[in-house]
């Protein structure tokens, strides 16, 4: 896939090191996403602009990042009908609370599905989940990562009772 089919944004380049583990997940499976740094506070003018065209560009889902008085999901929600993923980030004096709080407490109508405090991950596989509805190749994709993950799981489990001498 060479077209982005998703944008992933935030308020800062302080933000990078946590949301470039959502742009890694899309690395992975292969979905072409574009990553942006604009703030609903000291770029809002560009921060609308982004999300009033975000449709018209191809892109399907939005995943926004951001720390403290974090109203950047909202912002971007309230100037799309796309479906919006909040990361709230933890930067600031209370630790994510904020940003959390800002995100996830949306008005009715303007909703943000908000994932945990730099859930950044978390919002990409959600993405592709929301994705995968027309996208069956993302589909295929997400139940080959889940049984990896069961796989690992169980082996790790027997490793443990090897180690502890209960294994049979
Ligand atoms: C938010 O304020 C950003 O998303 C960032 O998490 C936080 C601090 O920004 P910087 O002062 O590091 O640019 O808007």
């Known amino acids: 896939m060479s077209k982005a089919l998703v944008g992933i944004l935030m308020g800062s380049d302080s933000d990078l090191p946590v949301m470039r583990k959502a742009a890694e997940v899309f690395k992975e499976l292969g979905v072409a996403c574009e990553m942006d740094i604009s703030s609903a506070h000291r770029l809002p ?3 609308a ?5 975000a449709w018209e560009r191809g892109i399907e889902v939005l995943i926004c990042g951001a720390g403290m008085a974090a109203h950047l999901a909202g912002v971007v929600a309230s100037h799309t009908t796309l479906p919006v993923i909040g990361v709230p980030l933890a930067s600031g004096a209370i630790g994510g609370v904020d940003a959390l709080y800002s995100t996830v407490q949306m008005p009715p109508g ?8 730099d859930g950044a991950k978390n ?6 989940s929301i994705l995968s509805i027309k996208h069956p190749e993302i589909a295929e994709w997400l139940e080959q990562f889940r049984q990896n993950t069961r796989e690992a799981l169980l082996a790790k489990s027997t490793e443990l009772q090897q180690q502890l ?3 049979s």
Do not use: F
């Open 49 to 53: 602009e982004y999300a009033r065209s």
């Open 110 to 117: 303007i909703p943000v599905a908000t994932v945990a405090v």
């Open 123 to 128: 919002a990409a596989y959600l993405a592709c």
């Open 165 to 167: 001498g209960t294994g």
């Open 45 to 47: 003018d560009r921060t």
